[in-house]
């Protein structure tokens, strides 16, 4: 068994992703257990065969990383796995609602006024320049990094929380965005969590 306890911790980025696609390649080549620790998540994600998230010294979720990282199984899984956008919303009428935006309730249905939290990654947003027929907010450009293959877009809503946006180069240059532009952003995918 090969224990490794932060390895790659100290070394700058490129040199930690060489020394992980290496550390893969021996682990697949010598077919040995390893155990790696790991505050990286993106590490863990990408390395391991099972990834168990701890919280507090107890482990909250087990599973493959597509498990853990497409089916989180609490709003802390969610969250510590990779970059997200957290809203608290409400239900109403078996709906969630984040400002004006309906979205399905998960599950059962949950008391009116139960308190929700709805997460999106950076991702899963699209934004317009109309509304497009989905569900969608309105929102102002605060601030672009067009920097690499994804812009990372931030944007004040219109109930006044920052979200962040990742979008394809190519999308952001078909929509032209600049810094102050009004825009209509939709959700390609969410999850919700009712607090009861």
Do not use: C
Not at 50 to 64: E, I, K, L, P, S
Not at 86 to 105: C, K, N, P, T
Not at 111 to 121: G, I, S, T
């Amino acid at each position: 068994m090969l224990l490794l306890d932060e390895p790659f911790g100290a070394l700058d980025a490129r040199v930690r992703q060489e020394l992980r696609r290496w550390l893969r390649r021996l682990h697949d080549d010598l077919h040995i257990t390893g155990v790696f620790v790991t505050h990286d998540q993106e590490e863990a994600l990408e390395v391991a065969d099972r990834v168990v998230v701890m919280n507090h010294g107890r482990a909250v979720q087990v599973g493959t990383p597509e498990e853990v990282y497409h089916h989180p199984a609490s709003p802390f899984v969610y969250h510590f796995l990779g970059k997200v956008n957290l809203f608290h919303g409400r239900v109403e009428a078996g709906q969630v609602y984040v400002g004006d935006i309906a979205m399905g309730l998960p599950g059962d249905s949950a008391p009116d006024a139960a308190e929700a939290k709805v997460y999106v990654r950076p991702h899963h947003f699209d934004i317009d320049r109309k509304p497009n027929g989905r569900g969608h907010f309105r929102a102002r450009v605060v601030h672009i990094n067009p920097a690499g293959p994804q812009v990372k877009v931030e944007v004040l809503t219109e109930w006044g929380e920052m979200a962040h946006v990742d979008l394809p180069e190519e999308r952001y240059q078909t929509l032209g965005l600049g810094k102050g532009d009004e825009v209509y952003v939709s959700l390609k995918e969410e999850r919700v969590f009712v607090e009861t």
